[in-house]
């Protein structure tokens, strides 16, 4: 056969680029030692570091066990990064960080480590559980931080507030994500946690504004129906920045903290997409007697609202929706009053 006319074997996918040390500590199959003891993090089988002139360097299982590639380096950014925090919490190292606060808009700067006592990895919490956790002495959460499992999410399920093990930053932790991508290449914490990406951190703004700010899930749920057990049995109301606090909705004496995400999870419902740039979250609650309850949660560009109604037993609940969302400079609290026909 003409050697030109062969077909050309593409390249064997490199699949494992990291093992656990005899110290359970990762290593980088280009720091392997020939003949060193390395396992797989998620079956703790032996793996060989293969470093030929034929193919890019990479580990083998010594025994074929199906473990997943994008699960065994998952396994590996996560010890990377708790260990490399225990090592600076060890050493009593500050590891200053600084973001914009998605609560307040401001900037601010506060020590990942500050308060935190131990580092833990795979904490149970939620459905997904925390890659790499930072407790306080109480063993109250300070920080999250979680490795990305590349799944897409929807802009509205990525805000600035969701996260992928449902934690809804509350301006209290430190929320990091790091992307699958990452390359634990130095150990610097200024370098690598510029590879992440700081979702939020502790608020001074929001904490001194705390105790007059409705958040807890029960008390939200308990205002938005005290709000409708008066005629008209019907409000709405904007979700605007009060005090230099973002998300925030004035209902009679009571200023709740009310983003997308936290709406969700606290009321649920579903999403509609009237127009690229219009969001409806409706939710129905069903009461004893036959009558419904109604939330909207209304989205219009860069302008929120809520609205929320109380029909009787046998009166129609079909949202009815005119062309309110259509005008030009309509706002969200506009279609929320059409919604709730205020």
Known sequence: MDPASRPI????????????DANGRPVPVELAQRHGLYTCPLCGGRMIPRQGTQLQYHYGHQRETGCPPEAVHHAMIRRWIALHLRDALAARQAIPLRWKCPLCGQTHTADLLGGVARIEEGYPFGSLGIDVALLDEGGHLKGA???????????????????????LNDGRLFLISVPNSFAPAVD??????????????PCPNWTRASAHIVRQPETVRAVLLE???????RFAAAVETVDGLHDMARM???????????????????????????????QHWPETGGGIVALYYVIIGPSRAVGVRRYRAGEDSTPHLGRAYQRRGATALDVARELVML
Request: no cysteine; hydrophobic share 40%; proline share 13%.
């Open 9 to 20: 074997t593409p390249p064997r996918p490199v699949d494992y680029r990291w093992a656990l």
């Open 145 to 167: 931080i979680t490795v990305e499992r590349g799944v897409a999410r929807s802009p509205l399920q990525t805000g600035t507030h969701a996260r992928p093990t449902g934690i």
């Open 188 to 201: 610097s914490p200024s370098e690598w946690l510029s590879q992440t990406v700081i979702q939020s951190g």
């Open 227 to 233: 709000m409708i057990n008066n005629p008209p049995g």
């Open 252 to 282: 009679g004496d009571w200023l709740v903290w009310l983003p997308p995400d936290r709406w969700r999870a606290i009321i649920g419902g579903t999403l509609n997409n009237l127009a690229p740039d219009v969001q409806v979250i409706l």
